[in-house]
C-alpha cells in the first residue's frame, strides 16, 4: 500500500479516535448531571437522555453529512455518546432487582424514544437542508 493511500485512512481513524473520545466523556458527564437531578425520579434517567438526544443528533447529522464527516461524526461521536451496553446493563440491573415496571419502561423509551428521535432527526436535516420529502 503506498503512502499516499494511507494517509486518508490514517486521519478518518485518528478522526473517529478523537471524536470517539470527546462523545464517550459527553456521555459520561452529562448522564451523571442528568441522574444527580432526575435520577430519584427515573432511575438511569442519565442514560435515557443521552441515548435520546445521541439518536436525535444521528438523524440530523446523519441527514446533512457526507462521506468522511459522516463516519467521524456518527462512529466516533455519536458511536461513543449512545451507549447500548450500558442499556443493556440497567435492564438486567432492573430485572434482577425486581423493578420490572422500571425495566419495561426502560425497555420502550429507549427503542421507541431512539426510533423517534432518529426520524425527527432526518426531518429537521431534509427541512435545514431545504428538501421535501
Known sequence: MESSSVIPHLRVALGVFLCGGVGALARVLLASAIDRVGGAVLPHAGTLAVNLIGCLLFGFLGGLLEGTA????????????????????????????GRHGTLLLQLVAHVGGGVLCIAAGLAIARLVAGESG
Open 70 to 97: 459522516r463516519v467521524i461524526v456518527l462512529g466516533g461521536l455519536l458511536g461513543a455518546l449512545t451507549t447500548y451496553s450500558t442499556f443493556a446493563w440497567l435492564l438486567v440491573d432492573l430485572g434482577r432487582s
